[in-house]
């Protein structure tokens, strides 16, 4: 494209100042036509392009008549829903003479088009000129080269080549799962050198697909790139067997197959009190058992096991929780007999408990208004006890307990009342 001088542009720069007002003429529908007016003719360098701008240049007018020149555009490539015959071809007016130059910006990438002049004098048109032919630049072209990683936890690595085109500043990173129609845009990765995105919050066990497109300084983007499909890392194996102990004194014994996986961290224990209740976290594990501690006898507890991975990504939990229970109070023993005989109270039982080793009485009795006392008769191997510590004109209150041999004691027995006789 030819450069003017200082001089000349300054020169040119003053005369558009001073024709700049008022709006630009158009195309007259019935205009007399002055074969004399000349041609508008394009220089040796008559047309520039790039993808979404032509530039046009044409020889110098000398002809003092010409007020300027009507440019005219056609597209090559689209297709024309209009009538032909409301078709104006027309596209802008250059109302200077000393103009040669025109940049059309209202093209598209990889586009064909035609254009032509016609001078024009103060009352009149010239003829039009040859018809130019020129074309926009194809769409750029994205990246060369993209790779998605596999087996990722929660997340996707997208990694690509550099775009070879200067103009790049920029991508866009595009995703869609299989299930999904449309691609979505993802983000926005500023720098041309730029060449890895990481995609997180994405679901477990799951396939993504992903495009890269690339972003120009003056807004041109590119086609797609080819597309590739990353897969997340799946969750670890659900934790099988567990098992849970029901026989064990002040405690529950809880065991699990152990993970053989690669990448195992640790197992998670949950507990809860009911079976659909809130499991709360009870224990991190690297050890495929627990001896979980309880103060309360026949206490029941519900189990769920999960493993977790060094990617902290977690197993489901079992269908079912496993139930637990410390062992429970043995039996109470059934009294059989309570009764006064001369100055001893006598209590028989009998024994409903296999697990019963010894026995326990409780006696409960007042002194005086406010005074309760109650004593305890412990280890007791026979299923009969004589009290011979007794008093007249007293109210004595009898409980029997069974004791196994881990001393767990059952729940006492219904209170056997025994009322002694008024001293004679």
Same mark, same amino acid.
């Given at each position: 494209?030819?450069?003017?001088?200082?001089?000349?542009?300054?020169?040119?720069?003053?005369?558009?100042?001073?024709?700049?007002?008022?709006?630009?003429?158009?195309?007259?529908?019935?205009?007399?036509?002055?074969?004399?007016?000349?041609?508008?003719?394009?220089?040796?360098?008559?047309?520039?392009?790039?993808?979404? @701008?032509?530039?046009?240049? #044409?020889?110098?007018?000398?002809? %003092?008549? !010409?007020?300027?020149?009507? =440019? *005219? &555009?056609?597209?090559?490539?689209?297709?024309?829903?209009?009538?032909?015959?409301?078709?104006?071809?027309?596209?802008?007016?250059?109302?200077?003479?000393?103009?040669?130059?025109?940049?059309?910006?209202?093209?598209?990438?990889?586009?064909?088009?035609?254009?032509?002049?016609?001078?024009?004098?103060?009352?009149?048109?010239?003829?039009?000129?040859?018809?130019?032919?020129?074309?926009?630049?194809?769409?750029?072209?994205?990246?060369?080269?993209?790779?998605?990683?596999?087996?990722?936890?929660? @997340?996707?690595?997208?990694? #690509?080549?550099?775009?070879?085109? %200067?103009? !790049?500043?920029?991508?866009? =990173? *595009? &995703?869609?799962?299989?299930?999904?129609?449309?691609?979505?845009?993802?983000?926005?990765?500023?720098?041309?050198?730029?060449?890895?995105?990481?995609?997180?919050?994405?679901?477990?066990?799951?396939?993504?697909?992903?495009?890269?497109?690339?972003?120009?300084?003056?807004?041109?983007?590119?086609?797609?790139?080819?597309?590739?499909?990353?897969?997340?890392?799946?969750?670890?194996?659900?934790?099988?067997?567990?098992?849970?102990?029901?026989?064990?004194?002040?405690?529950?014994?809880?065991?699990?197959?152990?993970?053989?996986?690669?990448?195992?961290?640790?197992?998670?224990?949950?507990?809860?009190?009911?079976?659909?209740?809130?499991?709360?976290?009870?224990?991190?594990?690297?050890?495929?058992?627990?001896?979980?501690?309880?103060?309360?006898?026949?206490?029941?507890?519900?189990?769920?096991?999960?493993?977790?991975?060094?990617?902290?990504?977690?197993?489901?939990?079992?269908?079912?929780?496993?139930?637990?229970?410390?062992?429970?109070?043995?039996?109470?023993?059934?009294?059989?007999?309570?009764?006064?005989?001369?100055?001893?109270?006598?209590?028989?039982?009998?024994?409903?408990?296999?697990?019963?080793?010894?026995?326990?009485?409780?006696?409960?009795?007042?002194?005086?208004?406010?005074?309760?006392?109650?004593?305890?008769?412990?280890?007791?191997?026979?299923?009969?006890?004589?009290?011979?510590?007794?008093?007249?004109?007293?109210?004595?209150?009898?409980?029997?307990?069974?004791?196994?041999?881990?001393?767990?004691?059952?729940?006492?027995?219904?209170?056997?009342?025994?009322?002694?006789?008024?001293?004679?």
């Amino acid at each position: 494209m030819k450069l003017l001088n200082l001089s000349s542009l300054l020169t040119v720069s003053t005369i558009l100042i001073l024709s700049g007002c008022g709006a630009k003429p158009k195309p007259k529908k019935e205009a007399v036509i002055d074969a004399s007016l000349p041609k508008v003719s394009l220089t040796r360098t008559a047309t520039k392009s790039d993808m979404t @701008s032509i530039a046009l240049e #044409w020889k110098r007018i000398k002809d %003092k008549r !010409v007020e300027g020149i009507y =440019i *005219y &555009r056609e597209s090559l490539d689209e297709n024309k829903s209009i009538d032909p015959a409301k078709y104006d071809p027309y596209l802008d007016t250059i109302d200077n003479r000393f103009s040669t130059h025109f940049l059309d910006t209202d093209v598209h990438p990889g586009h064909r088009y035609n254009y032509y002049f016609i001078s024009y004098s103060d009352d009149a048109q010239g003829e039009r000129s040859e018809i130019y032919q020129t074309a926009t630049k194809p769409v750029l072209s994205s990246v060369t080269w993209i790779y998605a990683a596999n087996g990722m936890p929660r @997340s996707a690595k997208i990694l #690509w080549r550099p775009h070879t085109n %200067k103009l !790049v500043n920029a991508y866009e =990173i *595009y &995703r869609k799962t299989f299930n999904e129609q449309e691609w979505k845009l993802v983000t926005k990765i500023d720098g041309r050198l730029s060449a890895e995105y990481i995609d997180l919050g994405l679901k477990d066990s799951y396939t993504y697909q992903y495009h890269v497109r690339a972003l120009t300084y003056n807004g041109i983007r590119s086609t797609p790139s080819q597309s590739v499909k990353s897969i997340t890392k799946d969750l670890p194996l659900v934790v099988t067997n567990v098992q849970a102990s029901d026989n064990i004194p002040k405690k529950i014994k809880i065991s699990w197959d152990a993970s053989d996986e690669k990448d195992f961290s640790h197992y998670n224990l949950y507990r809860s009190k009911d079976a659909d209740g809130s499991y709360v976290l009870l224990a991190k594990l690297k050890r495929s058992n627990f001896e979980n501690a309880v103060q309360e006898d026949g206490a029941k507890y519900f189990y769920m096991v999960t493993s977790v991975d060094k990617d902290a990504l977690e197993s489901p939990y079992q269908t079912h929780s496993t139930q637990g229970m410390s062992m429970s109070k043995p039996l109470p023993p059934a009294v059989v007999d309570a009764k006064l005989i001369g100055n001893e109270i006598v209590i028989k039982w009998r024994k409903n408990d296999q697990r019963a080793k010894s026995f326990i009485v409780r006696k409960r009795y007042n002194e005086g208004l406010f005074n309760t006392i109650i004593d305890e008769f412990n280890d007791i191997k026979e299923k009969s006890f004589i009290d011979t510590q007794i008093t007249p004109n007293t109210k004595y209150f009898y409980q029997v307990l069974s004791v196994d041999k881990n001393g767990i004691t059952s729940e006492p027995t219904i209170e056997a009342v025994i009322q002694t006789k008024e001293k004679e």
